[in-house]
């Protein structure tokens, strides 16, 4: 609801003590949207959004991923449409980064560990991640990009 200026605001979710909030986002069509999670040894997953139970103002959540040695922390988590043609970019604290795309993260339940997204070097950990979204058109743009530069790469030089 829309409060003053000089208020405090209202609480959204009451978190444990050492817990705290990594993302935020706002879901416009559950039936069709899934959740990524990324940890920060390089796993990863997606779940569905109906798997969690709608809660009102100030609750307390709901279990998301099986933290563990082997998982790390939870690093970030984006909402994507199942429609979404995307790709995932994952950035390492040592700079390591891959780019994946959207439809090869496997869709598992709510307290899994999920899979490993990026293989990590000794002591490395992931840092941050990114969701492209690609638009319909650009797809095509792109390839013909793609295309020009191979043919320019590979034409002789005089």
Do not use: C
């Not at 970030?76 to 979404?84: C, F, N, S, V």
């Amino acid at each position: 609801r829309p409060l003053g200026r000089a208020s405090i605001g209202v609480r959204g979710i009451r978190v444990k003590s050492g817990d705290e909030v990594v993302e935020m986002d706002i879901i416009k069509d559950p039936e069709n949207t899934e959740l990524l999670v990324m940890m920060e040894n390089g796993l990863g997953k997606m779940t569905q959004i109906q798997d969690y139970r709608f809660q009102s103002r100030g609750g307390s959540g709901v279990k998301t991923a099986n933290i563990t040695t082997k998982t790390g922390r939870i690093i970030g988590a984006k909402t994507i449409g199942k429609d979404t043609n995307g790709d995932l970019i994952i950035i390492s604290k040592s700079g390591q980064t891959i780019r994946l795309h959207t439809k090869h993260i496997p869709s598992q339940g709510r307290a899994t560990q999920g899979v490993y997204l990026m293989r990590m070097k000794l002591n490395d950990k992931v840092a941050s991640i990114s969701l492209i979204e690609n638009v319909a058109g650009e797809e095509e743009q792109s390839s013909e990009e793609e295309e020009t530069l191979v043919a320019t790469e590979t034409s002789p030089v005089t």
